[in-house]
């Protein structure tokens, strides 16, 4: 993943003749990846990605016909559709109700930045493959347009490509709170089967091997509190947590800073 072209021969981006192929042949030109206008069985690339119903979505060969991954901008199950939403649950206490400004510095997806800004704190993102950032950005332009987004004049969390390591210390301003959500590898290899998009994400980038790095930099950043979300069976990052709070099969360690 830190080599110069990371994604040439397992990833590329996917034209099939709908709307202008312009958009299309940038984004292959800034991931350094071919544009196909189809997929053979002479195709090599087990990724694609592609604008589909207005979206740009990350396809494996499983779902080239079944529409593909994006990121999605709509409340999770059991989340109110209100703004701000109610500071309820594990994550909403492990980030602090105190808490203004949060960077999710690994933000994948961008599931818990997404949930962390619906609450009302205002959310950087950070993520370094340039992948998942471009769907990202896809995403907070999708959530731009929303009619509530527009009523209430918000604007969609910020988003920074880059390794968190390096990006956190040059923030000009320190956050209240860093968030953590890295990679763990599964508990076993004949465990149930993940979420596709967590599979996916982790076929095509792999494990965060610099955790700890990482966690340290953000330690060293944060103004208030660093969360970190882990798997249930997993240690914890930064040895023992000031607090921990439990969610379903998961918990959200919270270290506290003394600046």
Known sequence: MNTTQPYAGNLAVLYEGIGDSL??????????????????????????????????????????????????????NGEQRSW??????????????????????????GQDGLAIFRMGYEVLCIERSPVMA??????????????????????????????????????????DCIYLDPMFPPKRKKSALA?????????????????????????ATANKRVVVKSPDYAEPLGGKPDVSFQGKLLRYDVYLVDK
């Open 23 to 76: 958009p299309f042949q940038q984004l292959a030109d800034t991931l350094a990846v071919p544009l196909y206008h189809a997929v053979s069985a002479d195709t090599q690339e087990a990724f694609f990605l592609s604008w589909r119903e207005g979206a740009l979505k990350l396809i494996d060969r499983e779902l080239l016909k079944k529409g593909g991954l994006s990121v999605d901008i709509e409340p999770r």
């Open 84 to 109: 701000p939403a109610p500071k309820q649950g594990a994550l909403a206490q492990a980030i602090g109700r105190k808490t203004t400004r949060v960077v999710d510095a690994t933000a994948g997806w």
């Open 134 to 175: 471009a769907l990202l950005a896809d995403g907070f332009n999708r959530l731009a347009q929303q009619n509530w987004m527009q009523n209430l004049q918000l604007q969609p969390p910020k988003l920074l490509t880059g390794n968190a390591i390096a990006l956190l210390s040059s923030l000009p301003t320190r956050p």
């Open 195 to 219: 979420k596709k998009s967590m599979r996916v994400l982790r076929d095509l980038l792999g494990d965060d091997d610099d955790k700890e790095q990482l966690f340290a930099a953000a330690l």
